[in-house]
């Protein structure tokens, strides 16, 4: 059975963040946390399993940074496939039978032409590059993330779907303004959702910055503007630093009390964002199970 063939049985339940957590780790300080797939694999595959022990469904692998213009940013174009390779294996050997693998594909680093320097051609090869390899390490779908922009979403879905047949989702950051939920580059809710059900993606979702209390709203309009399966992943709100210790603002049970009011709005899979850890998870799964 598949993701979507699950999606029509049950609430899916996805994980939490990892970035934030490998940093609190205190392992990850100015490097990027994808190098831990091959300097600390234990640390990345026993997150991946507290995620699955805490009720995740699926599973996103831990290579949001594995586009190769944002390794090459870091001089580590070389090891764009065993990065990849790595964070498919770990998160594969975590999974329990009949739970899911996402490859996670995050954005590239650099903005499209007039912004920036890249061109649609150039913003793609390298979607195309990363999914390469993440789809013939075997992964059970694939999650384009945190896309502040629906021009390189589109990219990232053109590369996908060049690299192979799979499934894929995409979540798309919006942030809220007096004149509703916008991207950063100024795209609104319905835009985005039929421009990446014209692309063809299987599934919809919105990740990243606003908490479980504002995406609410966000998850109604979402939901009206296509028919879709949609994923809602908030931040546990803000990071907030007091006495030197950084924690974010909500607490587990509070986002989980959330999670029902994303699921009456028409979230047919809900997880975290920054911030969130597998107590979140665990507390969304048991909010969740028998609802
Ligand atoms: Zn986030």
Redesign the pocket.
């Known amino acids: 059975m598949n993701l979507l063939e699950k999606c029509k049985e049950k609430t899916i339940i996805f994980d939490g963040?990892l970035?934030?957590m490998l940093m609190e780790s205190g392992h990850v300080s100015t490097k990027s946390p994808i190098l831990l797939n091959l300097e600390q694999p234990e640390l990345v595959a026993d997150l991946h399993k507290q995620y699955y022990d805490a009720g995740s469904d699926v599973v996103i692998t831990n290579t949001f940074g594995g586009n190769p213009l944002k390794l090459a940013a870091e001089g580590l174009e070389q090891q764009l496939e065993p990065l990849n390779r790595a964070g498919v294996r770990l998160t594969q050997t975590a999974c329990p039978a009949g739970r899911f693998v996402a490859g996670d594909m995050g954005p590239c680093g650099k903005m499209l032409k007039p912004f920036g320097d890249v061109t649609l051609e150039d913003m793609q090869e390298n979607f195309f590059r990363q999914a390469n390899v993440l789809i013939d390490a075997g992964v059970d779908l694939i999650t384009i993330e945190?896309m502040y922009s629906l021009a390189e979403a589109l990219a990232a879905v053109s590369g996908v779907r060049k690299a192979g047949d799979v499934l894929l989702l995409v979540s798309i950051?919006f942030n809220q303004t007096q004149n509703g939920f916008y991207t950063m580059m100024g795209e609104d809710i319905a835009r985005c959702t039929s421009a990446l059900d014209d692309a063809g993606v299987d599934m919809i979702g919105a990740?990243?910055?606003l908490n479980s209390s504002a995406i609410i709203g966000l998850t109604t309009e979402l939901r009206a503007s296509t028919a879709k399966p949609v994923l809602i992943?908030p931040?546990a709100g803000q990071p907030v630093t007091r006495s030197g210790v950084s924690y974010y603002e909500q607490s587990p049970s509070e986002f989980a009390a959330d999670a029902i009011k994303i699921k009456d709005a028409g979230a047919d899979m809900i997880g975290g964002?920054?911030?969130t850890t597998p107590e979140f998870i665990s507390k969304v799964a048991a909010a969740l199970t028998g609802y």
């Open positions: 963040a970035g934030t945190t950051t990740n990243c910055t992943q931040n964002c920054c911030g």
